[in-house]
T-cell receptor, first 112, second 114 residues
């Protein structure tokens, strides 16, 4: 079993839809959770980071962490064609420079 | 300045060549990273520098040699690479504090070994 599992997609949605992207993990020591967006042939861009369980909102994006279920989600409201990208979840046990474990990424296509 | 700048953007090199990748950031971040990313795969950690000292080497072959001349610069020296080393090489930086607040990645160098 991989340490972090993420549905690779592709996920196709119409413009304006609510998108739900998810990751499950097996390491109960993970405390920090991040979501990155990566456009084709570009480096990943940090969207959100959270610590422990709970929700965090930033504009059209909401990140949720459920540590009891070892499950994290990223919701995108009012999706736009510019949201078409690969979304990577990432997690780590500690802060600082310690190793971050990435999911394999979900490719999202928002159709106008 | 909230960017990580990588040069060159593209590089084609032969298996006997020596080349270097460069990375620069001016955000005051004290941790800098090299990642390798193959198509449709997540980034794989290669090296971590913390306060200009090599802190993590993920058992990377010696044909890859990192260097951190100062707190803003990170180099990756390449020698005698193999075609399977062709990939997107990403540099990243972060605060080296107690909390994990994510990385700032550069746009990468797309390396082709012929």
């Amino acid at each position: 079993q991989k340490e972090v599992e993420q549905d690779p997609g592709p996920l196709s949605v119409p413009e304006g839809a609510i998108v739900s992207l998810n990751c499950t993990y097996s390491n109960s020591a993970f405390q920090y959770f991040m979501w990155y967006r990566q456009y084709s042939r570009k480096g990943p861009e940090l969207l959100m980071y959270t610590y422990s369980s709970g929700n965090k909102e930033d504009g059209r994006f909401t990140a949720q962490v459920d540590k009891s279920s070892k499950y994290i989600s990223l919701f995108i409201r009012d999706s736009q064609p510019s949201d078409s990208a690969t979304y990577l979840c990432a997690m780590s046990e500690t802060g600082g420079y310690q190793k971050v474990t990435f999911g394999t990424g979900t490719k999202l296509q928002v159709i106008p | 300045d909230t960017e990580v700048t990588q040069t060159p953007k593209h590089l084609v090199m032969g298996m006997t060549n020596k080349k270097s990748l460069k990375c620069e950031q001016h955000m005051g971040h004290r941790a800098m990273y090299w990642y390798k990313q193959k198509a449709k795969k997540p980034p794989e950690l290669m090296f971590v520098y913390s306060y200009e000292k090599l802190s993590i080497n993920e058992s990377v072959p010696s044909r890859f040699s990192p260097e951190c001349p100062n707190s803003s610069l990170l180099n990756l020296h390449l020698h005698a690479l193999q075609p399977e080393d062709s990939a997107l090489y990403l540099c990243a930086s972060s605060q080296d504090g107690a909390r994990q607040e994510g990385y700032t990645f550069g746009s990468g160098t797309r390396l082709t070994v012929v």
